[in-house]
């Protein structure tokens, strides 16, 4: 069988809430390999709630759907302060990347609380800013950013990452609105550990199940590297 867009793998998926420092509950899921232990896991970070970004938002939801059959790979995706999907809605509201250090911390203290292995950052959009911004905890492994606009995240961020020493890796659509390849390498050169890579014909949304295959392939090589590359059938 093809996998397609909407394919659904099996996983062992259950629904969550993270509580954070400062009082709200966010609602989210874990989906699980379905079988043995996770050789890692990633955390999800939604693109911009006021712009319809959440837990769903479709590679989010596909690596969830995809990656812990086919490569072992724990997905936890959570609705940050005051964004809801299908799962619900998480209490509080936007703070324009503020407040949501705190739901950075809460996902990370339900990982480590769970024992949940190797726990990378996968920010998306907005995300990519929570990843940069607030991601510089012990238990973080590296972090994979997808079409990073770098505003709310600025120089100050990127020195603070490149001192923290973990892997930064920005998947920069050739099309993207904000930040495109040529100028992301100038930007993350500020991070030596940084790799940027150019995806061409992809635009911010990654739109297009050649494009979702790349991005899914880019993650698993850097956080399990021995099931990559990914299968395109089951």
């Known amino acids: 069988m093809e996998i397609r867009s909407s394919t ?12 954070t420092a400062d009082g709200l509950t966010l609602v989210g899921e874990l989906a699980l390999p379905p079988e043995g232990r996770p050789a890692a896991t990633l955390i ?21 759907y995809r990656l812990p059959a086919l490569a072992g790979v724990a997905v936890l995706r959570f609705n940050t302060r005051g964004t809801s999907s299908a799962r619900g809605t998480s209490e509080g509201a936007f703070d324009e990347g503020e407040g949501e250090r705190y739901d950075v911390a809460a996902a990370l203290e339900y990982a480590e609380f769970h024992d949940l292995p190797a726990p990378w950052l996968l920010g998306w959009s907005f995300g990519t800013e929570l990843a940069l911004k607030w991601g510089h905890d012990p238990l973080v492994q590296g972090a994979i950013l997808l079409s990073p606009p770098l505003k709310r995240a600025g120089d100050a961020d ?77």
């Open 158 to 234: 990127l020195a603070a990452w490149a001192e923290f020493g973990r892997p930064l890796v920005a998947l920069v659509p050739e099309f993207d609105d904000y930040l495109r390849p040529e100028e992301a390498r100038r930007r993350f050169a500020a991070v030596p550990q940084a790799e940027v890579v150019g995806v061409e014909g992809a635009k911010h949304l990654w739109v297009g199940e050649p494009y979702v295959r790349i991005v899914l392939d880019e993650i698993v090589k850097r956080v399990n590297p021995s099931a990559f590359p990914l299968p395109t059938e089951v």
């Open 8 to 19: 659904v793998l099996p996983a062992v998926r259950e629904d969550i809430e993270l509580h």
């Open 44 to 64: 999800c970070l939604h693109p911009l709630p006021t712009a319809e970004g959440m837990m769903d938002s479709h590679v989010l939801r596909k690596a969830s």
